[in-house]
């Protein structure tokens, strides 16, 4: 049963791979924007992340773009997006493709 849910966050992964923010060339996941991935008995799938800033005008936009995105994986039920901002988002959280992308290395 932990396989199929390794398996199952894998293809999530994946699919947060494929979102970004319009203002940044790099995908959420990679941004570091991502603090949680929970899958519970039934496949419902809690995702709790962060955007690079407060008052980010396409909040909105990602948020939606990573429900759909995560809900288009098969078997996954359903999806919340719980949206924190502790603790704050910084550039030390991206990863290193993403640094290298953004010119921090």
Do not use: H, R
Not at 67 to 84: A, I, T
Request: a negative charge.
């Amino acid at each position: 049963m932990e396989n199929k849910f390794l398996e199952l966050e894998e293809q999530i992964v994946k699919m947060l791979k494929t979102v970004y923010d319009p203002e940044i060339p790099v995908n959420v996941y990679d941004l570091g924007l991502i603090y949680g991935i929970d899958i519970d008995e039934e496949k419902n799938v809690t995702i709790t992340m962060t955007l690079t800033a407060p008052a980010c005008p396409m909040a909105d936009f990602i948020m939606e773009d990573v429900k759909m995105k995560v809900e288009s994986v098969e078997d996954v039920k359903s999806v919340v997006v719980n949206l924190v901002f502790e603790p704050e988002w910084d550039k030390d959280m991206m990863s290193e493709e993403a640094k290298l992308e953004l010119g921090f290395l």
